[in-house]
């Protein structure tokens, strides 16, 4: 449509006259993507997002995703302004694991290294030895058992498992869960693969554990892009949240990419695989923040300096 043409047209204006870059994940509009990528920003998964941020040398991050995304970014640049279209696309994950709760949890195992997800507050952050997004959550996992480490792992119980089913890990499990991958069900999974035998099944792995037993590769949004790629399969049953098939099917434009059902009578539910909290991100919150300058993400000097430990630590981990 027009307006969002217009609207398209002032962001790039705003965001050259700011000194600003666009950093978008995986899960927002096709429309914020297409930007982000037109305009010299990333599209990524939330690693990926966090070494773009924290490389770039815009004085502005306007930073599209969620807000545990916005805050990692200002942690490891805290002399960037970091703005977001909207401060309330929160995420289940974080809302399931309090700063204060967790706190008391790992003071009842203080002999285990305790290992979070990126999906937390800056709080539970910089309670943590080790910050891990999904895509390197298994090295380091393997890399800290090696050492004869016992962990404790926060919030995703899924991904936690899966994790601990990899490496065999003594892992004490958080009772979180991200409410979208925990929606796919396996048996909808398979009445597809019934359809379509020769289809490969990618999973994210905060899916449960039948659905991650499905999969052909489990990983981060930006490796189930490349598997895409690189499997010989010519269809593809995806199961994360759907943002993810603007860029998944520029990447193979032969191939046919299905939802994987979140029901188990195997129906598409097209409402369900999507995050509501990415959804927020949209144009015009995007123009009002670099407008406006709203949005704008602080963190607390003390918390900052605690959280960015762990965050160099998987930020310069070699696996
Ligand atoms: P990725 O690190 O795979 O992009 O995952 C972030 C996320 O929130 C998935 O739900
Ligand atoms: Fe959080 Fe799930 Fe949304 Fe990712 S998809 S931001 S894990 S609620």
Same mark, same amino acid.
């Given at each position: 449509?027009? %307006? ?5 047209? !002032? ?11 666009? $950093? ?14 037109? &305009? ?23 930073? *599209? ?7 990692? *970014?200002?942690?490891? /640049? ?13 995420? /289940? ?6 700063? #204060? %709760?967790? =706190? ?8 285990? @290294? ?6 937390? /507050? ?10 891990? @997004?999904?895509?390197?959550? $298994?090295? $380091? ?25 990899? @490496? ?13 991958? %925990? !929606? ?13 035998? #020769? ?6 792995? %905060? ?14 949004? /930006? ?16 199961? &994360? ?9 520029? =990447? ?47 963190? #607390? ?5 605690? *959280? ?12």
């Amino acid at each position: 449509p027009a %307006e969002d043409e217009a609207r398209v047209d !002032e962001i790039k204006r705003l965001l050259e006259a700011h000194n600003a870059v666009l $950093v978008a994940h995986y899960y927002t509009d096709d429309a914020i993507q297409q930007l982000a990528e037109e &305009t010299g920003g990333c599209v990524a998964d939330s690693l990926e997002m966090a070494r773009f941020g924290a490389r770039h040398e815009a004085e502005t991050l306007v930073v *599209a995703g969620v807000r545990f995304m916005g805050e990692t *970014a200002k942690i490891l /640049s805290p002399e960037k302004r970091v703005l977001m279209p909207t401060l309330e696309a929160t995420c /289940s994950l974080d809302i399931g694991c309090p700063a #204060d %709760e967790f =706190a008391a949890f790992c003071d009842q195992h203080p002999e285990r @290294t305790v290992v979070v997800y990126a999906n937390t /507050s800056a709080a539970v952050k910089a309670r943590a030895d080790w910050v891990v @997004t999904s895509s390197i959550a $298994v090295d $380091v996992i393997e890399h800290l058992q090696a050492r004869g480490e016992k962990i404790l792992w926060a919030p995703d119980k899924h991904l936690g498992g899966y994790i601990q089913k990899q @490496t065999g890990a003594d892992m004490l499990l958080w009772d979180g869960a991200c409410i979208v991958h %925990e !929606e796919f069900k396996a048996k909808g999974i398979q009445d597809l693969k019934a359809l379509y035998p #020769d289809a490969a099944v990618l999973v994210h792995p %905060e899916s449960p554990e039948p659905v991650v037993g499905l999969a052909d590769v489990a990983g981060s949004t /930006s490796q189930l892009i490349q598997a895409a790629k690189e499997l010989p399969q010519d269809k593809l049953i995806v199961a &994360t949240d759907r943002g993810i098939f603007f860029k998944m099917q520029q =990447a193979v434009p032969g191939k046919t990419l299905f939802e994987a059902p979140t029901a188990g009578n195997g129906a598409t539910c097209k409402s369900c695989a999507h995050c509501p909290w990415m959804a927020m991100n949209a144009l015009d919150n995007l123009a009002g923040a670099l407008r406006h300058g709203s949005g704008e993400i602080f963190v #607390d000097d003390a918390l900052r300096a605690a *959280a960015l430990k762990p965050l160099e630590r998987m930020l310069n981990f070699k696996a």
